[in-house]
Nanobody
Framework: HVQLVESGGGSVQVGGSLRLSCVAS????????MGWFRQIPDKEREGVAA????????YYADSVKGRFSLSQDNSKDITYLQMNSLKPEDTAMYFC????????????????????WGQGTQDTVS
């Protein structure tokens, strides 16, 4: 099964940018729906951005539209989350996750449908 490892988190000032990476191993990333979620203590994990298999379409939470963007390098099995114009409320632990499509459909932000998760990477905006 696929294994995911995130990197790229850190501390940044308000208005700054970060690029998170999610490296997949054990399988080809283009076969999976990919999602990015974030979580702060005592809150539910929320969907931020999602991508269809092969990276052909993307979906964003309203809170990050126009600021975050997803991309994928299928040759390297890496998904990227570019985060611009960061705000303090973007501070969270960020996780990438993978899901196999169900009848060709990806789960967007349905957490229960995601089968594999990375360990997370912390982003702090202040």
């Amino acid at each position: 099964h696929v294994q995911l490892v995130e990197s790229g988190g850190g501390s940044v000032q308000v208005g700054g940018s970060l690029r998170l990476s999610c490296v997949a191993s054990g399988d080809t990333i283009s076969r999976y729906c990919m999602g990015w979620f974030r979580q702060i203590p005592d809150k539910e994990r929320e969907g931020v951005a999602a991508m269809s298999t092969g990276g052909f379409s993307t979906y964003y939470a309203d809170s990050v539209k126009g600021r975050f963007s997803l991309s994928q390098d299928n040759s390297k099995d890496i998904t990227y989350l570019q985060m611009n114009s960061l705000k303090p409320e973007d501070t969270a632990m960020y996780f990438c996750a993978s899901a196999r499509p169900n009848r060709g459909q990806c789960p967007d932000f349905d957490r229960a449908r995601y089968e594999h998760w990375g360990q997370g990477t912390q982003d702090t905006v202040s």
